[in-house]
């Protein structure tokens, strides 16, 4: 499925204002099934909701959610968009299952830039290195925090670029909140 939509872009001359805000699933249970159908164990499903939350205290409205589909991202999302005022249109995607950091900005390129701010909902090392990768500059200590802390379950990364999604590449974002919720 492309994330793309057919309508126009922006009728701005002026290059666009985006966020991508990275969510790892929450805590994931090792119950006798195959890895794309593993469910949150108890600690997610506690942990999902506060990232929701918190999410929802950060003022940004998702126009677009792309979401991995395993068990344990779409139960994830399920608990955090429940907290959220507006739910965004939401796209499960195979192709963010194990997912390479390449393959992850080439989803990223397909997004119509009508979508302003998107939250990707997916899994490690992908998340974290997606992260890293798109991070050129970063406020404060947040980037040194979140390589420190290794992106556990149900943390998210928040980065802001100009530009198209096209545009989206290696040093692109600055990175603008970092959270984990066992911190």
């Not at 002026?14 to 099934?33: F, G, N, T």
Request: proline content about 5%; aromatic content about 6%; charged content about 25%.
């Amino acid at each position: 499925m492309s994330v793309a939509t057919t309508s126009g872009g922006a009728a701005s001359g002026s290059p666009e204002s985006r966020r991508i805000v990275l969510l790892r699933h929450a805590k994931a249970d090792w119950p006798e099934v195959s890895d794309h159908e593993r469910p949150l164990a108890d600690r997610g499903r506690k942990d999902a909701p506060v990232a929701g939350r918190r999410l929802a205290g950060s003022g940004i409205s998702f126009d677009l959610a792309l979401c991995s589909s395993a068990a344990r991202t779409r139960e994830t999302w399920k608990l955090a968009v429940a907290e959220l005022p507006h739910r965004p249109r939401t796209v499960y995607e195979e192709r963010m299952y194990e997912a390479s950091l390449g393959e992850l900005i080439a989803l990223l390129n397909e997004v119509s830039d009508e979508v302003r701010d998107i939250v990707l909902i997916g899994h490690n090392p992908g998340m974290h290195a997606l992260a890293d990768a798109l991070t050129g500059q970063a406020e404060g200590d947040l980037l040194a925090r979140m390589n420190r802390s290794g992106f556990p379950t149900a943390a998210f990364a928040v980065l802001g670029f100009t530009g198209s999604w096209k545009s989206v590449e290696h040093g692109v974002g600055t990175l603008t909140d970092f959270w984990t919720p066992h911190s």
